[in-house]
Structure formats: structure tokens, C-alpha cells
């Protein structure tokens, strides 16, 4: 493992100072292209809190860090590789929850099904002894149903610009191809519902047989070794894809970074805004400040909704038009609900079919608890050989996120990084490349 992936991995288990100046410097700036990432500074990332960087320092490289100034230094031809990083909030008007927001978010509606934590639906060894919560969830999340928004036609509109070096997107649902941006610019970290195999033999799996499982809210099995299928979606516990490992230092190459729509708590995504150098300008639009955005000289932030925010900035472009006309093209045209924005249709439907997921839900937890108990109470009575231990078994009366640990490699496991005040006792882990 090389330095880089050593100070990675050592992220999430140490807490250091916040970045700021040094020592509240103003002025105390490294040198222009310096990576943000110096050992020193890798630390501060993620949701771990920064401070907001002193207005009395000067930008390096924008004239003022205002919408205005970057519009300006976009228009004068300055920026020609950008690295956008996205996550579940750019998603959230097309009618698909995010993970974290209070109330609305998918974990907060979770929480009452039993599960031992919110995150379990997607950690691959709870995945293993109960796949139907995540089975549950894919129904309603399976790509298809949902129209891109006009932040995921502002990806595209990038692209078309010749602007656009890669996205890196932590999301699941596809809407980034939906809207045109081609696969070899997307790093989908957390993989996606694009391919599905065995957890066992690795077996690919076809599109159709799952497609229709999911339909039907059933288990797919493996035509090979009757193992469970899963969508090659990473869940934790598991390593990131490859193509993650291999492009995680483009946002080094960049002239300009663009964070929307993450509450950047998943490492090692989290650290991703931090690999740009110093002087390059980066910008967040999102609901809050996160990770360390807004710590450096050059953070821009347009905090608000992600459409709202990506209209103001391609309007100040001169641009706002023609993304207007891209985000019309992904328009269904066949909804049967003419003249209703999908977004709405989708949430419509999404409302409807809730309730009745999250009773099947709840049944189907409660079920598997009642055979997980009354088998290992047979376990205790009978002593079955190599049966499992109770420590196996999902503890159904843990709906916090308190508790043991799921998995916890001693080597290089990653995981998620917690706004100060927050961080509970479990630390679900994403696995690194080994
Ligand atoms: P989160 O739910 O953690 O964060 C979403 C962020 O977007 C939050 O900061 C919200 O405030 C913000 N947000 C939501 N709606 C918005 C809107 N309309 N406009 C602007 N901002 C908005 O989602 P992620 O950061 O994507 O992993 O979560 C990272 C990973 O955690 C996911 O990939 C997932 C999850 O565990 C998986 O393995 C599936």
C-alpha cells in the first residue's frame, strides 16, 4: 500500500485539528498548486467541521470568491477541466430521497423498520443473512422511473462544453447517463445498478431475470451456484470499484472543482474535494456547507437547492437557455400524464407506493427476526452443530446507530466521517482496494 492509500486509510479513525490558516494566519497559504491533500491537511476532510476560511484572505487565483467572479473566469476562458463530485441531493427533485436529511432522507425512514441500523440495507453482511430490505428498496429506486434533473443536464451541458474532465458521483440511480454525460467522464464510486452478479462465484447475472425479480420483489438467486445476486452497487463492507482507485487524483489536473448535492460523509469520496491544489477554485452548491469547502481561498458557495444554484451559475455564464433546452429533452414523453413535470408524477407515485413498501418492509423484517430468534433458540435448546452463534444474528431491539461494529478490517478499511457532535458509536465501514 503506498503512502497515499496509507494516509487515506487512516482517515475516519483519527480526529485532527480543523483546517484552517495556520494558526489563523491570514496570508498562510502554501503556494499555488499545492495539493490540499499534504499529509497535514488530508485530516481535515470530509464532514469533520473546517472553519470558514478568514474574508481577509485573498483569493489566489479568482478575483473575488463570489458567483460573479467565477462566472467571470469561466466566460474569460480560464477553466477547461473540471472535476465535478455529486451526491443523493442532485437527485432529490426528480423523487429520489437522499441518505441523511432529517425527515426526508432514507435512513430517517428506515429507522423504524427494525433494521439494527439504518445503514444494514446497505452493508453486505447483514445483505447476507436478510437481502430483502435492500430488495425492498430496489424496487422502488431501480433506475427507469425517474427523469434526470436540470443539475444532472448541467453535468452534460459541462460536457458538451469540452469542460467537463470526470464526474465522480457517489449515486446509484443512472441519472447522470439519463442525461447524456458518457460513461467514460462518470466514476461511479459507489457503483450502480448498471450490472449485477453473484456475491458468491461473481457470476454475472442477466438485466432481464433481475429486472423482473425486482419487479416482483424477489430474491434473485445465482443460475450458477444459487448464491445471492446483488447489483454491483458497493455496499459497505465492500471495496470501491477499480476505476475509483485509478482516477482518484484526476482533481489534481483540475482548473476548477464543483461539489453539489453530497453531505460528504462516505470516505473515501469525502476526500475527493481536497486532492485539487490550493489556488484552484472550487465550488459548492448544496442545501449546507460541507467537508472543507469554504475553507479555501477559492471556495465559492451557492448554498441553496442544486437546480436553484446551478440556474444562477449557468445563467451568469450565459448559458442559462441552452441548459433550459437540454433538460427539456429528458422530458418522458410517454408518462400518460401529460403536461405534468415527472418530477411531480414521480414524487406522486413515490407518496402511493411508500406506505404500502414500508409495511411489506416491516413485515418482512419482522418475519425474519421471529425465524432469526426461533432459530437460535433451537440453536441454544438443541446445540446444533455449525450452526450460527447469537452474535450472527441481527439485533432486532437496536434501532440506533449505536451498537457493535458490522465489520471492521484491520487493514485499510474506510468509512464515514461525522459532522462533530454526531458521530455514533458504530462506524459502518466501505472497504478500500487491497
Ligand atoms: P447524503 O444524504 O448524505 O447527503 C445529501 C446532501 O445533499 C446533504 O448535504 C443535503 O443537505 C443535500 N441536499 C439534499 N437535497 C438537496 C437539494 N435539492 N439541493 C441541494 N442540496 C441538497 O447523501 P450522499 O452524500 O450522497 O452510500 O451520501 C453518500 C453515501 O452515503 C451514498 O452514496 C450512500 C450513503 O450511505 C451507499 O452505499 C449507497
Same mark, same amino acid.
Given at each position: 500500500?503506498?503512502?497515499?492509500?496509507?494516509?487515506?486509510? /487512516?482517515?475516519?479513525?483519527?480526529?485532527?485539528?480543523?483546517?484552517?490558516? $495556520?494558526?489563523?494566519?491570514?496570508?498562510?497559504?502554501?503556494? =499555488?498548486?499545492?495539493?490540499?491533500?499534504?499529509?497535514?491537511?488530508?485530516?481535515?476532510?470530509?464532514?469533520?467541521?473546517?472553519? @470558514?476560511?478568514?474574508?481577509?484572505?485573498?483569493?489566489?487565483?479568482?478575483?473575488?470568491?463570489?458567483?460573479?467572479?467565477?462566472?467571470?473566469?469561466?466566460?474569460?476562458? =480560464?477553466?477547461?477541466?473540471?472535476?465535478?463530485?455529486?451526491?443523493?441531493?442532485?437527485?432529490?427533485?426528480?423523487?429520489?430521497?437522499?441518505?441523511?436529511?432529517?425527515?426526508?432522507?432514507?435512513?430517517?425512514?428506515?429507522?423504524?423498520?427494525?433494521?439494527?441500523?439504518? &445503514?444494514?440495507?446497505? *452493508?453486505?453482511?447483514?445483505?447476507?443473512?436478510? @437481502?430483502?430490505?435492500?430488495?425492498?428498496? $430496489?424496487?422502488?429506486?431501480?433506475?427507469?422511473?425517474?427523469?434526470?434533473?436540470?443539475?444532472?443536464?448541467?453535468?452534460?451541458?459541462?460536457?458538451?462544453?469540452?469542460?467537463?474532465? =470526470?464526474?465522480?458521483?457517489?449515486?446509484?440511480?443512472?441519472?447522470?447517463? &439519463?442525461?447524456?454525460?458518457?460513461?467514460?467522464?462518470?466514476? &461511479?464510486?459507489?457503483?450502480?445498478?448498471?450490472?449485477?452478479?453473484?456475491?458468491?462465484?461473481?457470476?454475472?447475472?442477466? &438485466?432481464?431475470?433481475?429486472?423482473?425479480?425486482?419487479?416482483?420483489?424477489?430474491?434473485?438467486?445465482?443460475?450458477?451456484?444459487?448464491?445471492?445476486?446483488?447489483?454491483?452497487?458497493?455496499?459497505?463492507?465492500?471495496?470501491?470499484?477499480?476505476?475509483?482507485?485509478?482516477?482518484?487524483?484526476?482533481?489534481?489536473? /483540475?482548473?476548477?472543482?464543483?461539489?453539489?448535492?453530497?453531505?460528504?460523509?462516505?470516505?473515501?469520496?469525502?476526500?475527493?474535494?481536497?486532492?485539487?491544489?490550493?489556488?484552484? @477554485?472550487?465550488?459548492?452548491?448544496?442545501?449546507?456547507? %460541507?467537508?472543507?469547502?469554504?475553507?479555501?481561498?477559492?471556495?465559492?458557495?451557492?448554498?441553496?437547492?442544486?437546480?436553484?444554484?446551478?440556474?444562477?451559475? /449557468?445563467?451568469?455564464?450565459?448559458?442559462?437557455?441552452?441548459?433550459?433546452?437540454?433538460?427539456?429533452?429528458?422530458?418522458?414523453?410517454?408518462?400518460?400524464?401529460?403536461?405534468?413535470? $415527472?418530477?411531480?408524477? /414521480?414524487?406522486?407515485?413515490?407518496?402511493?407506493?411508500?406506505?404500502?413498501?414500508?409495511?411489506?418492509?416491516?413485515? *418482512? %423484517?419482522?418475519?425474519?427476526?421471529?425465524?432469526?430468534?426461533?432459530?437460535?433458540?433451537?440453536?441454544?435448546?438443541?446445540?446444533?452443530?455449525?450452526?450460527?452463534?447469537?452474535?450472527?444474528?441481527?439485533?432486532?431491539?437496536?434501532?440506533?446507530?449505536?451498537?457493535?461494529?458490522?465489520?471492521?478490517?484491520?487493514?485499510?478499511?474506510?468509512?464515514?466521517?461525522?459532522?462533530?457532535?454526531?458521530?455514533? *458509536?458504530?462506524?459502518?465501514?466501505?472497504?478500500?482496494?487491497?
Amino acid at each position: 500500500m503506498n503512502l497515499f492509500r496509507s494516509v487515506i486509510a /487512516a482517515i475516519g479513525r483519527k480526529h485532527k485539528p480543523h483546517r484552517s490558516q $495556520a494558526g489563523g494566519k491570514p496570508n498562510s497559504h502554501n503556494p =499555488k498548486n499545492k495539493w490540499r491533500c499534504s499529509v497535514g491537511r488530508f485530516f481535515n476532510m470530509g464532514n469533520e467541521e473546517s472553519s @470558514p476560511i478568514d474574508e481577509s484572505v485573498p483569493p489566489q487565483t479568482l478575483p473575488a470568491r463570489t458567483l460573479e467572479a467565477l462566472s467571470d473566469h469561466i466566460k474569460n476562458g =480560464k477553466v477547461s477541466r473540471i472535476v465535478v463530485m455529486t451526491g443523493a441531493g442532485i437527485s432529490t427533485s426528480a423523487g429520489i430521497p437522499d441518505f441523511r436529511s432529517p425527515d426526508t432522507g432514507l435512513y430517517a425512514n428506515l429507522a423504524r423498520l427494525n433494521l439494527p441500523y439504518a &445503514e444494514a440495507v446497505f *452493508d453486505i453482511s447483514y445483505f447476507r443473512k436478510n @437481502p430483502m430490505p435492500f430488495y425492498t428498496l $430496489a424496487h422502488e429506486l431501480y433506475p427507469g422511473k425517474y427523469r434526470p434533473t436540470i443539475t444532472h443536464s448541467f453535468i452534460r451541458l459541462l460536457h458538451d462544453k469540452g469542460l467537463l474532465l =470526470k464526474l465522480f458521483t457517489q449515486n446509484i440511480d443512472c441519472l447522470e447517463r &439519463e442525461a447524456g454525460v458518457p460513461d467514460d467522464k462518470i466514476v &461511479e464510486a459507489h457503483g450502480s445498478f448498471a450490472r449485477q452478479s453473484c456475491i458468491e462465484c461473481s457470476e454475472p447475472y442477466p &438485466e432481464a431475470d433481475i429486472k423482473r425479480h425486482i419487479a416482483d420483489k424477489e430474491i434473485p438467486r445465482c443460475h450458477q451456484c444459487k448464491g445471492l445476486v446483488k447489483p454491483e452497487i458497493v455496499f459497505f463492507g465492500e471495496q470501491l470499484p477499480a476505476e475509483f482507485f485509478r482516477h482518484r487524483s484526476l482533481p489534481a489536473e /483540475a482548473d476548477l472543482c464543483i461539489v453539489m448535492g453530497t453531505s460528504l460523509t462516505v470516505q473515501p469520496f469525502a476526500s475527493l474535494p481536497d486532492v485539487t491544489p490550493d489556488s484552484t @477554485p472550487r465550488v459548492l452548491i448544496n442545501k449546507e456547507r %460541507v467537508g472543507s469547502l469554504g475553507s479555501g481561498t477559492d471556495d465559492v458557495l451557492i448554498l441553496g437547492d442544486c437546480d436553484d444554484g446551478v440556474r444562477k451559475l /449557468a445563467n451568469a455564464c450565459g448559458w442559462l437557455d441552452e441548459l433550459e433546452g437540454l433538460w427539456a429533452k429528458t422530458a418522458p414523453k410517454d408518462t400518460g400524464e401529460l403536461g405534468k413535470p $415527472a418530477a411531480e408524477v /414521480a414524487k406522486r407515485d413515490k407518496d402511493e407506493q411508500l406506505e404500502d413498501e414500508i409495511d411489506k418492509l416491516t413485515k *418482512d %423484517v419482522d418475519e425474519t427476526l421471529r425465524l432469526s430468534k426461533w432459530h437460535e433458540e433451537k440453536v441454544r435448546d438443541e446445540k446444533l452443530p455449525g450452526s450460527a452463534t447469537k452474535s450472527d444474528q441481527p439485533k432486532s431491539s437496536d434501532t440506533t446507530s449505536s451498537g457493535d461494529r458490522p465489520h471492521e478490517d484491520s487493514d485499510g478499511n474506510l468509512g464515514h466521517v461525522f459532522v462533530q457532535g454526531q458521530k455514533p *458509536d458504530r462506524r459502518v465501514m466501505k472497504g478500500e482496494e487491497t
